[in-house]
């Protein structure tokens, strides 16, 4: 988490979804999480790209884990309607 590559990743994903959870219907702002759309550990040059992270609140966050790929097409999706 101290890395300055991952905290700028963290920031720059967080700003792009305007500080809330970008679950449909949801738009919590606190408690939020930068979730990796493509998991972290299966797509490493993926990790640090804006394109792969999204924004979640801690409840949310905790449905997708360990099924990123569930997910995958529905938040990838959602970031490109911006």
Not at 74 to 81: A, D, K, V, W
Request: with cysteine; aromatic share 10%; glycine share 4%.
């Amino acid at each position: 988490y101290n890395d300055p590559l991952y905290k700028r990743f963290r920031n720059q994903v967080k700003n792009r979804d305007k500080r809330q959870c970008r679950w449909p219907g949801c738009g919590c702002k606190n408690r939020l999480q930068v979730h990796h759309i493509l998991p972290w550990s299966s797509f490493p040059t993926m990790r640090f790209m804006v394109s792969n992270g999204i924004t979640l609140c801690k409840k949310h966050h905790n449905i997708v884990k360990g099924k990123e790929l569930d997910f995958a097409h529905i938040f990838l999706r959602i970031i490109r309607e911006d």
